[in-house]
């Protein structure tokens, strides 16, 4: 009982922390005179009020989280703070079902970018401007916030930080401190965020659009202010910008910060990640340009060149923009993009999917495996860079990619179960696992997630979940050993 007790005052904590959160949607409401200033205040409000309550009804069980306590209160915030956040938009557009503004909190909180909404050119300023904030805060993870502050208010945040960010290097920090770490991150976001909504101004758009279009490239959560995405502008000075701030979030953050603090930007070579995700994404573009150039689809190489970058950069960082409907393209172009989705990303960024750093201990590993054969008493241990990595990290790995695809395949089976044809289930369930919006066919970048039935758009809820929080940290709870004392 007293576990749970704790568990709830912390969980207040940070209920009245995300009040806060409602204060630039009720600004954006009175400059623009929308109509739903009394929909965000009531909205924090009730965030405050609950979460202060909550706190004070528990504040006498205040104490240090245990490593399971975290994982538990992390899968609660979450499905917590998506709730919390769809209530605006379900007294802001008429019509929107619970389970609509769900999904669509729950798919900017997990930087997703998929949306049931159409009409988001009209839409209020102040809602897409909250669903872009919800990309923005789920971009570096709140819970990493929370762990900046909580500490402050004589709450340990280790454990919360573990449970947040469960991949293979999650023990490493910038500093010997856990909250100064968080700052640092945070620190590096907002300084980006600020310099990317610099870059879009002057690239063309208005201030409104560039502040919503930096706060969802740099979480790489995909959301646009047009039903058209970014192909509204048809600005290539536009979608250049986007393109390298969805590489600044592609990249590892503490990358981002060791350069910047040593002024050397050998630190991204150095990055054993890095240039292999650079080289990944330059032979694919190179790939797919000459591919869809053979195709004819357009006048010229240059043309082709221009959205096979703009797109493919974009789902293979798990951003999720597009400039057109890349589902009319050749089958192997967005199927090859999906697959990059998954492996793509930095260990460390605001990304998803398996990560560079996994998929590069698996080719590895696989190497290993096949020297062995030759050389059974050789001694062959596995580097990434310069650092040894043990086989527990390795072994951690493979029941990771094991619990990745069974998720996928069983995702997959479930929407397929519910009629949806075959193509439509395995892209959408791969772009929700791996946080990277559009899927192909009914759910591809021409459409939206609006045709999903109730059941179907829960499943894609959960998946969607299930990749922000790298499978473990939610699977975890369904064990019986997690609940033994």
């Known amino acids: 009982m007293q576990r749970f007790c704790t568990l709830s005052f912390v969980l207040g904590l940070i209920l009245m922390i995300f009040g806060l959160t409602y204060a630039l949607p009720i600004a954006a409401s009175i400059y623009f005179e929308d109509g739903m200033t009394e929909h965000f205040l009531r909205g924090m409000s009730l965030n405050i009020g609950v979460g202060g309550l909550l706190a004070s009804l528990t504040m006498q069980f205040r104490g240090e989280l245990k490593t399971r306590d975290g994982y538990l209160l992390v899968a609660f915030f979450w499905l917590l703070m998506a709730s919390a956040a769809s209530l605006p938009l379900i007294w802001g557009i008429p019509g929107l079902t619970f389970t609509d503004a769900f999904f669509e909190s729950m798919s900017g909180f997990t930087t997703t970018g998929a949306t049931v909404l159409t009409g988001l050119d009209t839409l209020a300023p102040s809602l897409n401007l909250w669903r872009h904030e919800l990309n923005w805060i789920g971009g570096l993870g709140i819970i990493v916030l929370a762990v900046a502050i909580l500490p402050l208010l004589g709450v340990g945040g280790m454990q919360l930080y573990k449970a947040e960010i469960p991949g293979p290097v999650k023990d490493s920090k910038l500093t010997p401190r856990i909250t100064e770490t968080a700052r640092l991150l945070w620190m590096v976001y907002v300084a980006y965020t600020l310099l990317c909504i610099v870059s879009l101004k002057l690239a063309g758009m208005s201030w409104f659009d560039a502040i919503c279009h930096a706060f969802s490239t740099l979480s790489l959560g995909g959301f646009s202010t047009h039903d058209a995405s970014i192909g509204y502008f048809d600005s290539p000075a536009i979608e250049l910008v986007i393109t390298v701030f969805m590489l600044v979030g592609a990249t590892n953050f503490a990358t981002h910060y060791t350069a910047l603090h040593n002024k050397r930007i050998g630190s991204y070579a150095r990055d054993p990640e890095f240039m292999p995700m650079l080289g990944l994404l330059s032979f694919s573009i190179l790939l797919c340009a000459f591919y869809i150039w053979h195709a004819a689809l357009y006048p010229d190489f240059l043309t082709g060149l221009r959205y096979i970058s703009f797109n493919l950069i974009s789902i293979a960082t798990d951003a999720g923009f597009a400039n057109t409907d890349f589902d009319q393209w050749p089958p192997f172009i967005p199927w090859w993009m999906l697959y990059l989705s998954c492996i793509t990303i930095c260990t460390g960024s605001t990304g998803g999917g398996i990560k560079m750093f996994r998929a590069l ?51 997959t089976f479930a929407l397929i179960f519910t009629g949806l044809d075959p193509i439509s289930a395995l892209s959408g369930i791969i772009a929700c696992i791996n946080n990277a919006g559009p899927g192909l066919n009914q759910l591809g970048p021409a459409t939206n997630y609006a045709n999903l039935n109730d059941f179907q758009t829960w499943i894609c809820a959960i998946t969607m979940l299930l990749g922000r929080l790298e499978v473990f940290t939610l699977v975890v709870l369904f064990t019986p050993t997690f609940w033994r004392k």
């Open 361 to 411: 201990l698996l080719w590895k590993q696989a190497g290993r495996e096949m020297f062995s054969i030759l050389h059974p008493r050789a001694v062959n241990p596995i580097r990434i860079g310069n650092t040894p990595i043990a086989n527990k990290v390795i072994f951690a790995v493979l029941a990771f990619i094991f619990l990745y695809f069974i998720s996928v395949v069983s995702m």
